[in-house]
């Protein structure tokens, strides 16, 4: 009798732990959706007004002034890349756990 308690509390406590797991899972994967759309959005804009500017600028002629703007372009550029290589981190992360996740539901679904 105690025996089957103590194993009814282990599927229980595995049960939990799956669940707590995959919110956390459903959680990141949300937020990291939130995340890359909202960057980009404010990334595409800061191109376009970017990109306008240096149009503009272009009409006067002030070579100082186009400098700093293609300065600016080329860290745009950068932040580009870079938040790129966070969000396939992330993904590549997010991956990983839902793998394990299934690795963890398959082994608490096999018979005992």
Request: net charge neutral.
């Amino acid at each position: 009798m105690t025996r089957d308690l103590t194993e009814r509390h282990e599927r229980e406590e595995q049960r939990l732990c799956l669940a707590r797991t995959e919110e956390i899972l459903r959680l990141q994967t949300e937020f990291l959706e939130k995340a890359r759309s909202g960057v980009e959005t404010t990334l595409v804009t800061l191109r376009v007004h970017l990109r306008s500017l240096i149009g503009s600028v272009e009409a006067t002629g002030d070579q100082n002034v186009q400098a700093k703007l293609r300065m600016l372009d080329w860290g745009l550029d950068r932040m580009v890349r870079s938040i790129e290589q966070v969000v396939a981190l992330a993904e590549t992360t997010t991956a990983k756990l839902a793998e394990e996740l299934a690795n963890m539901q398959a082994r608490s679904a096999a018979p005992r």
